[in-house]
């Protein structure tokens, strides 16, 4: 692992120090997963973009999907 300073404000540091006391950890660890569960959203973030993006590039035509309703639906009796 590598040692990295951070500064954070006195209200923050007392929080985070009370959080990781709670779940009985480390300020270090508690920040690590801190970072990992933020980097994993940032990332969903992203392909939501790039799908919302893509989609308003390209939309859905009104009968794209009408082949796949056919064989999706029930049958009738």
């Known amino acids: ?3 990295v300073q951070v500064v954070l404000g006195k ?3 007392k929080a985070a120090d009370r959080a990781a006391r709670r779940h009985r ?8 997963e ?7 959203r940032l990332a969903a973030r ?3 973009r790039a799908d919302r993006e ?12 009408a082949v796949w309703d056919r064989v999706a639906g029930w ?3």
């Open 25 to 32: 950890t480390n300020r270090s660890a508690l920040i690590r």
């Open 11 to 13: 209200d923050l540091l």
């Open 1 to 3: 692992m590598e040692t």
């Open 46 to 48: 992203q392909r939501e």
């Open 75 to 77: 049958p009738d009796e």
């Open 34 to 40: 801190a970072l990992r569960e933020h980097l994993k």
């Open 54 to 65: 893509g989609y308003e590039a390209r939309p859905v035509g009104r009968d794209e999907f």
